[in-house]
């Protein structure tokens, strides 16, 4: 089994639509993080969180909002869907040792028309 | 604030020649520096990583790369490509003056020709 799953793997929704994504993970890290990739902009960080408590906005978290629900998951929302959040979106974690070696997800494509 | 560039947007290469994809990065510190690899319609993998020591690295696949701090770089190179390297690459700056976060650059994509 992969050590970090997305669901939804696809999904396609319409403008003005709540969306959650969902990141499990069972490599027993307590850091997790939240990206999207747009062609020619490589990894933006949208949120990021070092342990259950701790939650940070990275560069582009304008429009959405996470949630830690534990040491394992990290949920990514949408709360109103706009066409400029359409991209691919992944689940990274790490070890709270001092390299931040991160483990990606397969990530989750999202189309918002 | 750190920052990477990969000038390389597209790289086209003939199946058993070399690859050498270039990074450079911005860092206001000793970097951690990462080579990550993404397959068509898959996640990341770590290719190889540079926290100290020797500035030469080798990471899976065949692949290697050399970190230079003269020149704010960390190529990353392949003696003799396979049609299997067919990907994106990215390269990635991070530590701890980075706060623990990492930054990516714009990614190159390497086509393999037969």
Known sequence: ?113 | AQSVTQPDIHITVSEGASLELRCNYSYGATPYLFWYVQSPGQGLQLLLKYFSGDTLVQGIKGFEAEFKRSQSSFNLRKPSVHWSDAAEYFCAVGGPAAGNKLTFGGGTRVLVKP
Request: hydrophobic share 30%; with cysteine; proline share 4%.
């Open chain 1, 1 to 113: 089994d992969a050590d970090v799953t997305q669901t939804p793997r696809n999904r396609i929704t319409k403008t003005g639509k709540r969306i959650m994504l969902e990141c499990s993970q069972t490599k027993g890290h307590d850091r997790m993080y939240w990206y999207r990739q747009d062609p020619g902009l490589g990894l933006r960080l949208i949120y990021y969180s070092f342990d259950v408590k701790d939650i940070n906005k990275g560069e582009i978290s304008d429009g959405y909002s996470v949630s830690r629900q534990a040491q394992a998951k990290f949920s990514l929302s949408l709360e109103s869907a706009i066409p400029n959040q359409t991209a691919l979106y992944f689940c990274a974690t790490s070890d709270d040792g001092p390299y931040n070696e991160q483990f990606f997800g397969p990530g989750t494509r999202l189309t918002v028309l």
